[in-house]
Nanobody, 115 residues
Framework: VHLVESGGGLVQPGGSLRLSCAAS????????MKWYRQGPEKGREWVAT????????NYADSVKGRFTISRDNAKNTVYLQMNSLKAEDTAVYYC?????????WGQGTQVTVSS
């Protein structure tokens, strides 16, 4: 199983980034996909979930209205569009897959929001 995140980087406050997570080794279309993040000296925090059916999604209050999670089952990829970024969004962002009873994690991608 592999989850490979990409798209992180340095962005100014108010800017945007789009993270991608390419999945392999399990049935992507049957997995609930999530994004988490871990800021400096903080615990890992759930950010967003996209469900299997209909692309329904949930968001943490801290990102609601600014971030959008989506999935492309044909490409086995989940995305996180991040707009209106703030300094407090600085973190390593992790992709997570819940497939049956198994939980998989990517290696993370760094997002730094700074002027």
């Amino acid at each position: 199983v592999h989850l490979v995140e990409s798209g992180g980087g340095l962005v100014q406050p108010g800017g945007s980034l789009r993270l991608s997570c390419a999945a392999s080794g399990f049935t992507f279309s049957s997995a609930v996909m999530k994004w988490y993040r871990q800021g400096p000296e903080k615990g890992r925090e759930w950010v967003a979930t996209v469900f299997i059916v209909g692309g329904n999604a949930n968001y943490a209050d801290s990102v609601k209205g600014r971030f959008t999670i989506s999935r492309d089952n044909a490409k086995n990829t989940v995305y996180l569009q991040m707009n209106s970024l703030k300094a407090e969004d600085t973190a390593v962002y992790y992709c997570n897959a819940l497939s049956g009873l198994r939980n998989y994690w990517g290696q993370g991608t760094q997002v730094t929001v700074s002027s």
